[in-house]
């Protein structure tokens, strides 16, 4: 079995960035630009707004984080999003999800200009994704498909289980493995005989939330399961949506959590954010 190291895969990615960005800078006088913010006081999604903002200034990134009240109203949010729009420092936008439930996140989420939207999140470049034209991927998934080819795990002709169907997550997990000529499969809390779907596949996708909710012998021999659950548990271990020790006697490849998938979604988000700098500078110099 092989661990699929996600931590040693996004310290590369970044130092990759990293590079880039300094050639931007060199060359072209570009300083890449991220604003994240941040509603509301969960202590989890502010641990991962800290440590976006962290990899952005290692990079060489400008970041700027907006942490505003869970009170704060929709249409303060939706002024803030229209101001970073409009601000040339700016490349990119993330509104860090989930949102307070006063806020209707799908007009958040439109609200940002599908050219700032490096979290892939708006139906401009969900639509363009789905159809195979360049577009920001979200990052969770788009760290996915570099996990595989990093590792050279094919995916044409693959069965592969996609267990979940989030729009953040398992839907575009879905629409990539698709475009890469997968054979897909998408499970969810519905599915009868969620095994009988699992022991057919090739690899195996899940993103749900439910510690340990992936056995061994849900699986073939052989097969490659990739953890997307992030749990915390009450003795405040990190846990995954499989359970691990059991998988790993009939995996070729599984992802540890921590260090797995969840540090891949970090490099990605700053791959993007130096995809959107390198475009708006391709538009601009026309
Ligand atoms: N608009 C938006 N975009 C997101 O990309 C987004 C979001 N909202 N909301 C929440 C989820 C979750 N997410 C993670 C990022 C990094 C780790 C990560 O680095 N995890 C480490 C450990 C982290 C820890 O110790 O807590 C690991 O798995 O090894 C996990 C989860 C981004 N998300």
């Known amino acids: 079995m092989t661990l699929l190291d996600g931590k040693a895969l996004s310290d590369k990615i970044k130092e990759e960035v990293r590079v880039e960005v300094e050639k931007l800078k060199n060359e072209k006088n570009i300083t890449p630009g991220l604003a994240v913010v941040l509603v509301g006081d969960d202590a989890a999604s502010a641990t991962y707004v800290n440590s976006k903002h962290k990899s952005c200034e290692a990079a060489g990134i400008y970041s700027e984080v907006h942490t ?7 249409e303060e949010l939706l002024e803030l999003i229209e101001k970073m729009n409009n601000d040339p420092k700016l490349d990119g936008i993330l509104v860090q999800l989930p949102l307070p439930k006063h806020i209707d996140t799908t007009t ?4 940002i200009n599908p050219l700032k939207d490096v979290d892939g999140f708006h139906p401009y470049n969900v639509g363009r994704m789905v159809s195979n034209l360049d577009a920001f991927l979200p990052a969770t998934p788009f760290g996915v ?3 595989f080819e ?3 795990i094919g995916l044409s002709g693959k069965n592969v289980v996609v267990i979940g169907s989030s729009d953040i ?17 998408v499970c969810n809390s519905r599915t ?3 095994a009988s ?33 992030i749990n915390r548990l009450d003795t405040g271990k990190l846990t995954g949506d499989a359970d691990f020790e059991d998988c790993k006697t009939k995996c070729s490849f599984l992802t540890p959590v921590p260090g797995g998938v969840g540090p891949m979604t970090i490099g990605m988000l700053l791959k993007n954010t130096l995809k959107a700098a390198y475009l708006r500078d391709k538009r601009e110099s026309k």
């Open 68 to 74: 505003k009240d869970s009170s704060t109203t929709q």
């Open 108 to 111: 958040v989420l439109e609200a």
């Open 145 to 147: 498909m570099r996990m």
């Open 150 to 152: 990093e590792y050279n």
């Open 169 to 185: 997550v398992g839907k575009p997990m879905a629409s990539l493995l698709i475009n890469a000529k997968a054979t897909v499969t």
């Open 192 to 194: 009868k005989d969620l």
């Open 197 to 229: 779907h699992t022991k057919a596949a090739d690899i195996v996708v899940i993103a749900v939330g439910v510690p340990h909710l992936l056995k061994g012998d849900m699986l073939k021999e052989g097969a490659v399961v990739i953890d997307v659950g």
